[in-house]
């Protein structure tokens, strides 16, 4: 279906008239340059003057099946386009590059089967294998001359990965591992893309030979014939049915029943069992088989910014639309965005946007710095990105599917609808608080972390840059609060200082009543989770207000204004939010909270007129958005009644189950 084009809703293109700053300055600061701006736009021409977006029936009409189908069929020329024009323009080195993830959205309401080939199968190959294995499979990969997943969780264990039960057992005699499913939990689950599509995969599995257990590493398996596609004897593998979104995906299931693979297909790079069985323990670090694991996790940041700046573009244009209620009698309907509760539930969403985005950046590059340093042996900086990496992770996706909610509600009742897109948003971002490593195992492994940093800035050891504020707590210096950008960074880095305090007492009291370390850990895994998530609210606010400030140093005066009245947007509401634990932390007083909620009603009142400009700034494509209610036009009843209209239900005017069923039932012979 292509929706029709419209002139411009009035409402909104006043909106555009009131805009006080140059939008494609701050587009290219969130691009990385101008240049960086144009490649993106370059690459969304390309698909979009494909034709693949368009559907002759609304995704959403579609069954699972028809939905499925043609999510491979979109996903096959896709790939096509990403060998040819594609590469000419990114190059095949930077197939990673944000502007492919984010065009895929062009294609899909849901998302691709392919998905995790490019996200973690090709990664996963490029950090896990040697050279001689990267010569092979890499360039298959890139070619895609085969299809791969990556099966790590299993029906009985997640985030637990030490708790696999999938093995792969050296067979000496024929220089082959047997990869076996011992029990019913042990079947993999949940891999996208491994329900009816791909070929081959990464799969995670305890290691046996010669009688020992080594833990879990990675092995290459193909699990379906190449030609036919059938799956490989020895091969249990299918769809795991219905779910609350990705319903595309084909996520699967996976079982071996004593299947064999070569030696070699074991990813070598950082672990080896040799012909005769001989296990070679990792050269440097035995967690840099996680390195995969963290990458994904950076990338979830990255797709916590898109999805929430699609979903508050949807409700922010939506909102100068639509009108409602009187303010005074037989005055007009105001725009629901005038509504100082509408600013409220959205532009927190936008300034959290921007927030997640930087912090996305920065923790890539940290992520870039990270490997660098394992390259040349240091793994001082390790434990430090994977504590960031895991609570940002945790953060990150669950404020933005909270804000993403927030944004549906703001619809109204068109927001439950299909067509606006949200249910699509939210339903996948909902998903990413859990994958990947859920929640609240996260915040716990970044407790982990400081807890450890609290003990070593106790002993009079440096600590990592990002936890440097204990030191100064342990020095006794106090938080004196102040309403500044700084004093309120200060003042939340108190507040995690002072409960990770209290979690490190906790936990050596009760040690001192008998318990042992571990069961004195768990008692207090309430507090180390507020701890974490804590720490986690210092870095993005601290992030947040150092990258504005870097990126806008050449921009112009209104431009800086603009992003600096979001940052301190942010900084106020969570202000708001946590006025109980800075009460506790911080010498903060009813009189600066006073403040600070006048501060936070009139930024809502100066960001008003740049709204809808500022979401024009996510420079977001209609075909990307996908919503009858956050279209460029601003057209949302046209677009709502077109939708409605093309629904295959209104294909025939009375339906056939009136004449089986209903007629009957009205007259008594059913």
Same mark, same amino acid.
């Given at each position: 279906?292509?929706?029709?084009?419209?002139?411009?809703?009035?409402?909104?293109?006043?909106?555009?008239?009131?805009?006080?700053?140059?939008?494609?300055?701050?587009?290219?600061?969130?691009?990385?340059?101008?240049?960086?701006?144009?490649?993106?736009?370059?690459?969304?021409?390309?698909?979009?003057?494909?034709?693949?977006?368009?559907?002759?029936?609304?995704?959403?009409?579609?069954?699972?099946?028809? %939905?499925?189908?043609?999510?491979? /069929?979109?996903?096959?020329?896709?790939?096509?386009?990403?060998?040819?024009?594609?590469?000419?323009?990114?190059?095949?080195?930077?197939?990673?590059?944000?502007?492919?993830?984010?065009?895929?959205?062009?294609?899909?309401?849901?998302?691709?089967?392919?998905?995790?080939? !490019?996200?973690?199968?090709?990664?996963?190959?490029?950090?896990?294998?040697?050279?001689?294995?990267?010569?092979?499979?890499?360039?298959?990969?890139?070619?895609?001359?085969?299809?791969?997943?990556?099966?790590?969780?299993?029906?009985?264990?997640?985030?637990?990965?030490?708790?696999?039960?999938?093995?792969?057992?050296?067979?000496?005699?024929?220089?082959?591992?047997?990869?076996?499913?011992? *029990?019913?939990?042990?079947?993999?689950?949940?891999?996208?893309?491994?329900?009816?599509?791909?070929?081959?995969?990464?799969?995670?599995?305890? !290691?046996?030979?010669?009688?020992?257990?080594?833990?879990?590493?990675?092995?290459?398996?193909?699990? %379906?014939?190449?030609?036919?596609?059938?799956?490989?004897?020895?091969?249990?593998?299918?769809?795991?049915?219905?779910?609350?979104?990705?319903?595309?995906?084909?996520?699967?299931?996976?079982?071996?029943?004593?299947?064999?693979?070569?030696?070699?297909?074991?990813?070598?790079?950082?672990?080896?069992?040799?012909?005769?069985?001989?296990? $070679?323990?990792?050269?440097?670090?035995?967690?840099?088989?996680?390195?995969?694991? #963290?990458?994904?996790?950076?990338?979830?940041?990255?797709?916590?910014?898109?999805? !929430? @700046?699609?979903? #508050?573009?949807?409700? $922010?244009?939506?909102?100068?639309? /639509?009108?409602?209620?009187?303010?005074?009698?037989?005055?007009?309907?105001?725009?629901?965005?005038?509504?100082?509760?509408?600013?409220?539930?959205?532009?927190?969403?936008?300034?959290?946007?921007?927030?997640?985005?930087?912090?996305?950046?920065?923790?890539?590059?940290?992520?870039? =710095?990270?490997?660098?340093?394992?390259?040349?042996?240091?793994?001082? *900086?390790?434990?430090?990105?994977?504590?960031?990496? @895991?609570?940002?992770?945790?953060?990150?996706?669950?404020?933005?599917?909270?804000?993403?909610?927030?944004?549906?509600?703001?619809?109204?009742?068109?927001?439950?609808?299909?067509?606006?897109?949200?249910?699509?948003?939210? @339903?996948?971002?909902?998903?990413?608080?859990?994958?990947?490593?859920?929640?609240?195992?996260?915040?716990?492994?970044?407790?982990?972390?400081?807890?450890?940093?609290?003990?070593?800035?106790?002993?009079?050891?440096?600590?990592?840059?990002?936890?440097?504020?204990?030191?100064?707590?342990?020095?006794?210096?106090?938080?004196?609060?102040?309403?500044?950008?700084?004093?309120?960074?200060?003042?939340?880095?108190? #507040?995690?200082?002072?409960?990770?305090?209290?979690? #490190?007492?906790?936990?050596?009291?009760?040690?001192?009543?008998?318990?042992?370390?571990?069961?004195?850990?768990?008692?207090?895994?309430?507090?180390?989770?507020?701890?974490?998530?804590?720490?986690?609210? =210092?870095?993005?606010?601290? *992030?947040?207000?150092?990258?504005? /400030?870097?990126?806008?140093?050449?921009?112009?005066?209104?431009?800086?204004?603009?992003?600096?009245?979001?940052?301190?947007?942010?900084? =106020?509401?969570?202000?708001?939010?946590?006025?109980?634990?800075?009460?506790?932390?911080?010498?903060?007083?009813?009189?600066?909270?006073?403040?600070?909620? %006048?501060?936070?009603?009139?930024?809502?009142?100066?960001? %008003?007129?740049?709204?809808?400009?500022?979401?024009?700034?996510?420079?977001?494509?209609?075909?990307?958005?996908?919503?009858?209610?956050?279209?460029?036009?601003?057209?949302?009843?046209?677009?709502?009644?077109?939708?409605?209209?093309?629904?295959?239900?209104?294909?025939?005017?009375?339906?056939?189950?009136?004449?089986?069923?209903?007629?009957?039932?009205?007259?008594?012979? !059913?």
């Amino acid at each position: 279906m292509v929706l029709k084009k419209y002139n411009i809703n009035p409402d909104l293109a006043l909106e555009r008239q009131k805009c006080t700053f140059d939008i494609e300055e701050i587009i290219n600061i969130f691009d990385g340059g101008k240049e960086k701006t144009s490649q993106r736009r370059k690459i969304e021409d390309v698909v979009l003057k494909s034709g693949l977006c368009h559907d002759d029936v609304p995704e959403e009409c579609m069954s699972l099946k028809e %939905r499925y189908e043609n999510a491979v /069929r979109k996903s096959c020329f896709f790939s096509k386009l990403m060998k040819t024009e594609l590469q000419e323009i990114t190059g095949i080195e930077d197939f990673e590059t944000p502007a492919i993830r984010r065009i895929a959205d062009a294609l899909f309401k849901d998302i691709s089967p392919f998905l995790l080939h !490019l996200g973690m199968f090709v990664p996963t190959i490029i950090g896990q294998c040697t050279s001689e294995q990267l010569m092979i499979w890499l360039p298959k990969a890139l070619d895609l001359q085969i299809i791969g997943g990556y099966a790590q969780t299993e029906l009985g264990h997640g985030t637990f990965i030490r708790g696999l039960e999938t093995t792969a057992t050296y067979d000496a005699d024929t220089e082959e591992f047997v990869l076996h499913t011992p *029990t019913l939990t042990a079947h993999k689950w949940w891999a996208g893309g491994l329900g009816k599509t791909i070929n081959h995969c990464i799969v995670v599995a305890q !290691l046996y030979t010669k009688g020992v257990c080594y833990g879990t590493h990675l092995f290459m398996v193909q699990i %379906r014939d190449l030609d036919t596609h059938m799956p490989l004897p020895g091969i249990k593998v299918g769809e795991i049915g219905p779910r609350m979104g990705f319903s595309s995906a084909d996520n699967g299931f996976l079982g071996f029943n004593n299947f064999r693979i070569p030696r070699n297909n074991m990813l070598m790079k950082h672990a080896q069992v040799q012909k005769d069985g001989t296990y $070679v323990k990792p050269a440097r670090h035995g967690k840099l088989t996680y390195q995969t694991m #963290v990458f994904v996790r950076v990338t979830l940041v990255n797709e916590a910014a898109f999805n !929430l @700046s699609k979903a #508050v573009t949807i409700a $922010v244009r939506y909102s100068a639309v /639509r009108r409602q209620s009187e303010m005074r009698p037989n005055e007009p309907e105001p725009q629901i965005l005038d509504y100082p509760t509408q600013q409220h539930k959205l532009f927190i969403g936008i300034a959290t946007a921007h927030a997640f985005q930087l912090t996305a950046n920065w923790l890539w590059n940290t992520f870039k =710095s990270v490997l660098s340093d394992m390259k040349k042996g240091d793994v001082g *900086t390790l434990p430090e990105l994977h504590a960031l990496s @895991s609570c940002l992770k945790a953060v990150c996706t669950s404020d933005a599917a909270l804000l993403i909610e927030q944004c549906r509600y703001a619809c109204g009742g068109h927001g439950y609808m299909l067509s606006s897109n949200l249910p699509y948003i939210y @339903s996948f971002v909902a998903a990413t608080r859990t994958y990947e490593g859920d929640y609240t195992i996260l915040l716990l492994q970044t407790a982990r972390f400081l807890v450890k940093a609290w003990e070593q800035a106790e002993a009079g050891k440096t600590v990592t840059p990002t936890v440097s504020y204990i030191s100064r707590s342990l020095k006794g210096e106090k938080n004196s609060w102040r309403s500044t950008d700084e004093g309120i960074i200060k003042s939340f880095q108190a #507040v995690a200082a002072g409960k990770i305090a209290l979690c #490190v007492k906790s936990i050596r009291d009760r040690m001192k009543s008998g318990l042992d370390y571990e069961d004195a850990w768990l008692l207090t895994t309430v507090q180390l989770v507020d701890a974490a998530e804590a720490h986690c609210r =210092s870095v993005i606010l601290e *992030t947040y207000c150092n990258e504005v /400030r870097r990126l806008t140093k050449s921009s112009s005066d209104n431009v800086k204004i603009v992003m600096h009245q979001l940052v301190t947007l942010y900084l =106020s509401y969570w202000t708001l939010q946590r006025t109980g634990d800075l009460l506790r932390y911080s010498s903060i007083s009813e009189k600066d909270i006073d403040f600070m909620q %006048r501060q936070y009603e009139e930024l809502l009142q100066h960001i %008003r007129p740049n709204a809808v400009a500022l979401v024009d700034a996510f420079d977001l494509r209609d075909e990307i958005l996908h919503s009858s209610l956050g279209a460029y036009d601003g057209r949302v009843y046209e677009r709502l009644m077109e939708q409605a209209e093309n629904n295959p239900m209104n294909a025939e005017p009375v339906n056939q189950s009136f004449h089986k069923y209903i007629k009957p039932l009205l007259q008594g012979k !059913l």
